[in-house]
């Protein structure tokens, strides 16, 4: 059974840089697909990139070219660098397995991009 953690999220002006973590308990990390995912207030929840077990990655349209997913299989971490970051990525951010899977779902972290 695998527990995701987010971390990182905070208050950044438009233009500026974060950078997100996911930590997995359990030993089974390496063996799954995982993805970042974001849900601003009155949206649906969201896939924003996406890495496969052989590090192959995966992104939303409006975020190619400024985030980059990345793991860490021995260190069961995954991050995702955000950069450029500007207001409409205001958003919960969470880690999950992609596909993802309701057992999962923490807490997310939340990032606020100020104009």
């Known amino acids: 059974q695998v527990q995701l953690v987010e971390s990182g999220g905070g208050l950044v002006q438009a233009g500026g840089s974060l950078r997100l973590s996911c930590a997995a308990s359990?030993?089974?990390?390496?063996?799954?697909?995982m993805a970042w995912y974001r849900q601003a207030p009155g949206n649906a929840r969201e896939l924003v990139a996406a890495i496969t077990t052989g590090g192959s990655t995966d992104y939303k349209d409006s975020v190619k070219c400024r985030f980059t997913i990345s793991r860490d299989n021995a260190k069961n971490t995954m991050y995702l660098r955000m950069n450029s970051l500007k207001p409409e990525d205001t958003a919960v951010y969470y880690c999950?397995?992609?596909?993802?899977?309701?057992?999962?779902w923490g807490q997310g972290t939340q990032v606020t991009v100020s104009s």
């Open positions: 359990g030993s089974t990390f390496r063996f799954n697909a």
């Open positions: 999950n397995t992609r596909p993802a899977s309701s057992v999962y």
